[in-house]
């Protein structure tokens, strides 16, 4: 399967990595708007251009309204998305990551913890248990959501950001 990657900007370059280090794609390409050359094949719009039933897409977007954007659109047309966890993080069997999100290098999603569709969950954020992060949420490297709380669609949770327990009540 190959791997399409919209956006070939910092985070662009890290969900490259992730795949390459995850080993689930045999070609990875980007479209991008504004970079050119070293693997980008277009512009963001021609995606349809290069997919068939054999290309996932992924919108690489730290932009998240543009992300889920994208996501619903891709997700609408039936174009694969994937889920990527990067093997070094931890994502407990009781936790759920749903389509489209990303969970980096050192990252902990706790047991009960729901991963709502185009999450991001940075490089050593962690999650503890029975917590929800609605759609297109972005935990920064380093942000720390404690123990049951619902973090609000579209919300960013900056590095070294720590949400107490029950600060978003479920």
């Known amino acids: ?69 994208w996501l619903e659109m891709l997700m609408d047309e039936g174009i694969a998305v994937p889920t990527l966890v990067h093997p070094s993080a931890y ?15 050192k990252a902990v999603v706790n047991t009960g913890v729901t991963v709502g569709m185009g999450c991001i969950v940075n490089i050593g954020a962690l999650v503890d248990h029975d917590t929800i992060l609605e759609e297109g949420v972005h935990l920064a490297p380093g942000a720390i959501v404690k123990a049951e709380n ?9 590095s070294g950001t720590v949400i107490e327990n029950r600060q978003y009540p479920l």
């Open 1 to 69: 399967m190959k791997l399409l990657i919209i956006g070939a900007g910092g985070y662009g370059k890290t969900v490259e990595d992730v795949v390459k280090q995850i080993g689930c794609f045999e070609k990875i390409a980007f479209l991008d708007d504004t970079k050119s050359g070293g693997g980008i094949l277009g512009r963001c719009e021609e995606y349809a251009m290069f997919c068939d039933e054999d290309t996932a897409v992924y919108p690489a977007f730290g932009n998240n309204a543009l992300r889920m954007e």
């Open 150 to 158: 619902r973090i609000p669609a579209g919300r960013k949770v900056d």
């Open 91 to 105: 994502v407990s069997p009781a936790a759920t990551v749903c389509a489209g999100s990303v969970v980096l290098p």
